[in-house]
Every structure is written in C-alpha cells, then in structure tokens.
C-alpha cells in the first residue's frame, strides 16, 4: 500500500510537534523543518486539526500543539484520518466507483482485507513509538539545541 504525500507530510509533522513537548509551532515553522510547502502544510494541519489531533493556537505568536499525549494518538487513526478519500481502487470508493467488473470481481474483497490488515498493523504503533528525541531542536528555525 503506498501512502499519499499528504498523509506522508503529517506524519512527520506530528513526530516533530511530539518532540517539542507543546511547543506551539506555526505552519511556516513546521514546513520549513521538514523542507515542505507552506501551502501543503497549513492544508495538512487543518486536517489534523478537524480530526482533533492536534490544536490550533491563534495571534500573533499562533500555531499547532499536539491535542492530545503521543501515547493516544495511533499511527493507524492518523493514516485513516489523512487517507480517508483515498480509495485503494476504484471499486473502493465511497460510491463505489465506475468499474464494470465490480458486480463479479473478488479481488475487491481481497484488497478490502489488505487494507484493514495493513491499518491494524499501524494500530499497534503509537506517536510516542515514532519519537525522534532532539529531532525538533535540529529542524525547526530560531530553536537552537
């Protein structure tokens, strides 16, 4: 299964909220960091944000904190949450799509399968197992270590 970049970008974003421990870092900060569009990240965040993973921080010194500790916030929730118009195939989709084959096809039913397996998987993990301790300090402008 390969992810989007959106989801690859807020992934990492919430690794780097995770190591500044409530820092409130704007989108410019967090994009900079991670070497991304300012535009792609503020999308990112909102999205995050409407899923109540992370919290947003307005005036003048705004931004995003983590909504909740690393240990609640599963890597599986994180992938559906940022996936979620993402169908794996066409017959996937929500209205289930235009493929002609879809009222015979089994392999439908199979990728529905690697997919839920795949996400349990991701279930298992948490924020707090992707912490990279001292990545923030490294990454993000006017932070020194």
């Known amino acids: 299964m390969r992810l989007t970049q959106f989801t690859d970008f807020g992934i990492r974003a919430l690794i780097l909220l995770a190591d500044r ?40 010194q705004g931004g995003v904190t983590l909504a909740l500790s690393p240990a609640a916030i ?42 839920q397996a795949f996400l349990a998987e991701l279930d298992r993990f948490s924020l707090a197992d992707c912490r990279i301790p001292g990545l923030a300090r490294l990454l993000v402008p006017g932070h020194a270590a």
């Open 21 to 60: 421990d409530g820092d409130v870092l704007s989108a410019a900060a967090v994009a900079e960091s991670l070497g991304v569009s300012v535009h792609h990240m503020a999308k990112v965040l909102q999205a995050l944000g409407a899923a109540g993973l992370v919290r947003s921080h307005r005036g003048k």
């Open 74 to 115: 599963r890597i599986g929730t994180v992938v559906r949450v940022l996936e979620e118009d993402q169908p794996l195939v066409e017959c996937c989709r929500a209205d289930g799509g235009s493929c002609v084959l879809t009222p015979a096809c089994r392999l439908r039913a199979m990728l529905f399968g690697a997919e």
